[in-house]
């Protein structure tokens, strides 16, 4: 099992940043890449971002490119999305997830964090 614990929501304003933190425990070598996933209030899931924990390679969702980044500290098991330039479209629950490859699907991915809650105000 892998245990994620998202951290770094939190209310912001349009144009502000923020940077979202995924911890992992547990059998963490079962995670070969990770990704963000986000929900907004009637919506479908929708894929953020993704990274492979090996040699870093990102894949991006198209509504994210050129504002948010995704990188990994594998000493640290910690996962991050550095979010620039948010907007009020930005606001939802954000999702950590582990898997054994990089994907936009959220059905490729077997370890869920709680989700943290991003507002950008406008």
């Known amino acids: 099992q892998v245990q994620l614990v998202e951290s770094g929501g939190g209310l912001v304003q349009a144009g502000d940043s923020l940077r979202l933190s995924c911890a992992a425990s547990?059998?963490?070598?079962?995670?070969?890449?990770m990704g963000w996933f986000r929900q907004a209030p009637g919506k479908e899931r929708e894929f953020v971002a993704a990274i492979i924990r090996i040699n870093g390679n990102t894949l991006y969702g198209d509504a994210v490119k050129g504002r948010f980044t995704v990188s990994r500290d594998n000493a640290k098991n910690t996962m991050y999305l550095q979010m620039n330039s948010l907007k009020p479209e930005d606001t939802a629950i954000y999702y950590c997830?582990?898997?054994?490859?990089?994907?936009?699907?959220?059905?490729?991915?077997?370890?869920w964090g709680q989700g943290t809650q991003v507002t950008v105000s406008s």
């Open positions: 997830a582990a898997g054994w490859g990089a994907s936009y699907y959220g059905r490729d991915y077997a370890y």
């Open positions: 547990g059998r963490t070598f079962s995670s070969h890449a």
